[in-house]
């Protein structure tokens, strides 16, 4: 797969991929993570030859010395409401649809005391995938950010990308966050079976 692919797979434009720094080689895709006052930190690598069905297969590489970041969190610290997605992708995505958003570069299951004290004066939504790690991370981010509110996309999209490349806007997403679930509604649906 191609840069240009992934970007279009992903419903990014390859203006907007630039203007948010990011450049591309023909194996990999450089997303740069900067520190809040606008320097950056290190590089996330995602693999555009990676391949689930090769255990020795990487989906993404570090710049050494790195550590998990707050990614975008330089470009919407100063915005009355964020949203936390799950990967930069996701997060990247909703910032071109005009939606302030940060993830973590960690993953969906890293999610940092010292961040949810950065957001905890702004109005905060989690929409992370829809699939059980998903589910995983969105207790992770609550348990740290009671006050956060649960994007539930429609069951039939993965991830906040496949929801807008299906043809949904910003007034569409926008819809679902005034919809959103507070902790408490979002753990009794998710209640452990037993």
Request: proline letters at 4%; charged letters at 25%; glycine letters at 6%.
């Amino acid at each position: 797969m191609t840069a240009e692919q992934y970007f279009k797979e992903h419903g990014i434009t390859i203006e907007f991929a630039k203007q948010k720094g990011l450049t591309w080689d023909g194996e990999e895709i450089h997303i740069p993570v900067y520190h809040s006052d606008d320097t950056i930190l290190f590089s996330k690598h995602r693999n555009l030859l990676y391949d689930p069905q090769n255990p020795e297969s990487t989906k993404y590489r570090y710049d050494s010395g790195s550590h998990a970041a707050l990614f975008n969190y330089h470009a919407v610290k100063d915005r009355s409401y964020v949203v936390i997605a799950e990967g930069e992708i996701d997060c990247l995505k909703l910032n071109q649809e005009g939606i302030p958003s940060v993830s973590s570069t960690g993953g969906s299951l890293k999610f940092d005391q010292d961040w949810s004290t950065l957001l905890e004066s702004t109005q905060t939504f989690v929409c992370y995938d829809t699939d059980s790690a998903g589910q995983s991370g969105v207790k992770k981010v609550l348990d740290l950010l009671p006050e956060a509110k649960v994007v539930q996309l429609p069951a039939k999209y993965k991830d906040a990308c496949n929801f807008f490349v299906d043809g949904h806007n910003k007034g569409d997403f926008i819809a679902l966050m005034k919809q959103a679930l507070t902790k408490e509604a979002w753990e009794k649906i998710n209640r452990p079976e037993d």
